[in-house]
T-cell receptor
Framework: QQQVKQSPQSLIVQKGGISIINCAYENTAFDYFPWYQQFPGKGPALLIAIRPDVSEKKEGRFTISFNKSAKQFSLHIMDSQPGDSATYFCAASNRGTSGSRLTFGEGTQLTVNP | GAGVSQSPSNKVTEKGKDVELRCDPISGHTALYWYRQSLGQGLEFLIYFQGNSAPDKSGLPSDRFSAERTGGSVSTLTIQRTQQEDSAVYLC???????????????????FGAGSRLTVL
């Protein structure tokens, strides 16, 4: 019930291409879905987030698509750049429990080749 | 401070020893979290502190793990009688968040430290 499943585990994209990372969840009480980006040796940092009453949110080259009925959400990185190479984590939380405690996916290691 | 500070950044210890990991959250942040990141794995929730409320300890993997938060600020994660499977990066995060605040407000944004890498030989 508390798990968030993320795929793929790793992804290699050419510069300028589109990177797509998918996540699925079971707990219908989740009401906050952020994506975090982590560079080697650093802690994860918030990239973009969405709430379940919105189907899409775009910030620059990053877009979250959300499908409430399928309990799935995805991150799209348009015009991927070598500087986007990092590990990406999807997450979810339920404000009804433990504040903003996040349940994270397993992570996707993205490599963007120049 | 400007960010979440964790120390030590690296710790190598022998099996059976106790270790303490420290976290200095962002000033004014009422919520503090500990997560564990094993090699190639996601982030595993350990414990959550919110103000003066009783901590949510539901993620602690065994009674060898404990954490405290003194004065609503600095937190220490203690691992007793360390085992090799405890080797991981321990991440601390803080947020301004409180239950019920707007979900896309900054209150729900977790700011992570760089982590403490623990290696148990």
């Amino acid at each position: 019930q508390q798990q968030v499943k993320q795929s793929p585990q790793s992804l290699i994209v050419q510069k300028g291409g589109i990177s797509i990372i998918n996540c699925a969840y079971e707990n219908t009480a989740f009401d906050y879905f952020p994506w975090y980006q982590q560079f080697p040796g650093k802690g994860p940092a918030l990239l973009i987030a969405i709430r379940p009453d919105v189907s899409e949110k775009k910030e620059g080259r990053f877009t979250i698509s959300f499908n409430k009925s399928a309990k799935q959400f995805s991150l799209h990185i348009m015009d991927s750049q070598p500087g986007d190479s990092a590990t990406y984590f999807c997450a979810a939380s339920n404000r009804g429990t433990s504040g903003s405690r996040l349940t994270f996916g397993e992570g996707t290691q993205l490599t963007v080749n120049p | 401070g400007a960010g979440v500070s964790q120390s030590p950044s690296n710790k190598v210890t022998e099996k059976g020893k106790d270790v303490e990991l420290r976290c200095d959250p962002i000033s004014g942040h009422t919520a503090l979290y500990w997560y564990r990141q094993s090699l190639g794995q996601g982030l595993e929730f350990l414990i959550y502190f919110q103000g003066n409320s009783a901590p949510d300890k539901s993620g602690l993997p065994s009674d060898r793990f404990s954490a405290e938060r003194t004065g609503g600020s600095v937190s220490t994660l203690t691992i007793q009688r360390t085992q090799q499977e405890d080797s991981a990066v321990y991440l601390c995060a803080s947020s301004r968040g409180r239950l019920g605040q707007g979900i896309l407000s900054g209150a729900n944004v977790l700011t992570f430290g760089a982590g403490s890498r623990l290696t148990v030989l």
